[in-house]
């Protein structure tokens, strides 16, 4: 087996390798080869610098979570506010002054084509909730009742939208204005705290997200979904740190079993920039609070299968009389690049391409750039491909030339190995010593391929990772690049191509090589019946494009001594 034909196999099987250990994680099973990134570091003992800062605040947040478990406190119903804009429809609870639902008008669901995506939603399946408030029991907090003051709920074609709501208690007013803009997934959210009482009051603001630890469906095989779902926390500190809900739920026993255990978070605690988000497959909620506002960031346990990522500011003490104001942005919406860049820093990089980053982002840059121009994701995957393949056409004509002579060289080799069928030191000297006096590189024939395995991979994540590849159509029956091909076209004919263009490789001197080539075409394509269609067509293009390489380098490019 000579060493070409050694490399691709190999390189074939980390690549099922990978896709493999994919599919498990997909699963819920830990990963053959990395590590959860975000396992959380629980200190045995010794006291970070900032611990009391963020027990101050942990023990804050959690006053007002308490109230939903208390069994003493009446239940007050309130009422729904409903606020429609051109791209969502966002239900308001009087009680808390909180959004209940977000509906994305944009976005059909991915189970059921009547209706849209929905994000902040609170039903059996499902709980996922923006809240807000005081971190005390005696001020007002996302539990207390507010008025909603009367104003326009419609955006219509106006091109901002303010709702404004107060609640009061112990003589400290809350004040929550939100403001809508047309065409914006980004709601400005302003707190004014008002102090009626005859002494100075020293408040501090929470900005929570909360959600369900509850892994979403899968939507295939090789869909990825579950990887895509997280809590996280950036800072200009530690940049994106993507968490976990079974580490926020280890650290809560961990607690429960020892009370006076230090628990390290394993995310930056304290920062006055950054933001606080919750990520699911395409889309993403997050807080913003204004730069250079100093905030613990907080994680939780809130209840049974129910987390929370937040941050915790102060505002300062408060003279009798007097108020202040803090704002903050809470984007919630679509994960795309353009957008997400523009709204924060940092927070583009929610959206993940895994251990491809390096290549996947400029690669999605290349196609964004020319689905400008062609409008049609399906036809820039289709060009992308064509220019993939110039490029690497020089190195594929050296290949296929170096994978000629080798198999005229064939003979040579076979008389060597007979020579040195003992000595495996010097056989290795006499192939080398060979291929020097034939000009010959045993791996130029591997590098195209070795090339390709990273762009394909890459263009995976991107698949999986790029709102914008989500329902995009591309010809006939293929409406959604994202997802398999519905009736297995592409499939088929990637086979077929694969094949062809297998005939009109050289074939491999060893004839057990020569069957299980045969036999790879056959695989891969049972493989992508499960894979996105837009993956699969890159491939089917690709294929297309290297039977005609093939027959231009077999016939133009490689001597007719050493064509037979």
């Not at 065409?183 to 009626?196: A, L, M, P, R």
């Not at 996947?360 to 840059?365: E, L, R």
């Not at 196609?367 to 393949?389: A, D, P």
Request: net charge neutral.
């Amino acid at each position: 087996m000579d060493i070409k034909r050694t490399v691709l196999w190999v390189v074939f099987t980390m690549s099922l390798l990978i896709l493999w250990d994919n599919w498990g994680r997909q699963n819920g099973k830990s990963s053959l080869f990395f590590p959860s990134a975000s396992t959380g570091q629980t200190a045995e003992s010794g006291k970070p610098a900032n611990a009391d800062s963020n027990a101050q605040g942990t023990t804050a947040a959690s006053a007002a979570n308490s109230q939903e478990l208390s069994t003493t406190k009446a239940i007050i119903k309130g009422e729904t506010v409903t606020i429609t804009t051109d791209v969502m429809k966002v239900d308001i609870d009087s009680l808390g002054g909180d959004i209940k639902r977000l509906e994305l008008l944009k976005y059909v669901d991915s189970e059921d084509e009547k209706k849209h995506v929905v994000l902040f939603e609170n039903t059996a399946e499902r709980t996922y909730a923006a809240q807000t408030g005081l971190a005390s029991e005696l001020y007002p907090n996302h539990k207390s009742a507010f008025v909603v003051l009367p104003g326009k709920r419609d955006l219509g074609s106006d091109n901002e939208l303010t709702v404004s709501m107060e609640a009061e208690q112990n003589g400290v007013k809350l004040v929550k204005t939100l403001k809508f803009t047309k065409g914006s997934y980004q709601i400005e959210v302003s707190h004014t705290v008002v102090n009626n009482t005859a002494s100075a009051i020293n408040p501090s603001l929470y900005l929570k997200l909360i959600h369900d630890g509850t892994k979403p469906k899968s939507g295939g095989m090789f869909s990825g979904t579950t990887e895509f779902y997280n809590p996280a926390v950036y800072s200009e500190e530690k940049h994106f740190q993507k968490l976990d809900f079974a580490d926020i739920e280890k650290n809560y026993k961990a607690k429960l079993e020892d009370p006076n255990r230090v628990i390290t978070p394993n995310h930056v605690t304290s920062a006055d920039n950054g933001w606080v988000a919750v990520i699911q497959h395409f889309f993403v909620s997050a807080f913003i609070p204004a730069e250079k506002t100093q905030r613990s960031n907080i994680t939780e346990r809130v209840r049974d299968n129910v987390y929370s990522v937040s941050s915790l500011i102060g505002l300062g003490q408060i003279a009798p009389g007097a108020s202040v104001t803090s704002k903050a942005t809470l984007y919630s919406g679509p994960q795309e690049t353009a957008i997400l860049e523009k709204v924060a820093t940092g927070l583009d990089l929610v959206k993940d391409y895994w251990n491809f980053s390096m290549i996947a982002k400029p690669m999605f840059f290349v196609m964004e750039f020319l689905h400008k121009f062609l409008g049609n994701w399906g036809w820039t995957i289709v060009v992308f491909t064509i220019g993939i393949k110039l490029a690497l056409f020089p190195l594929s004509a050296a290949g296929y030339r170096s994978m000629a002579k080798m198999k005229v060289l064939t003979p040579k080799m076979t008389a060597l190995k007979e020579r040195y069928k003992n000595e495996p030191q010097k056989l290795n000297q006499a192939m080398m010593e060979l291929y020097k006096t034939e000009k010959i590189n045993p791996l130029g024939g591997c590098l195209p391929m070795l090339i390709q395995m990273p762009v394909f991979l890459s263009l995976y994540w991107v698949l999986q990772a790029s709102v914008e590849m989500r329902g995009a159509p591309w010809v006939l029956w293929i409406h959604d690049l994202s997802k398999p091909d519905p009736i297995f076209v592409l499939p088929i004919i990637y086979m077929i191509s694969m094949f062809i263009t297998t005939k009109l490789s050289p074939a491999p001197a060893d004839p057990i090589q020569a069957k299980m080539m045969l036999f790879m075409p056959v695989m891969f394509s049972v493989m992508f019946l499960f894979f996105p269609s837009g993956l699969v067509l890159y491939w089917v293009v690709n294929n297309v494009l290297q039977i005609g390489q093939q027959w231009v380098i077999n016939n133009k490019l490689i001597p007719v001594e050493l064509r037979t």
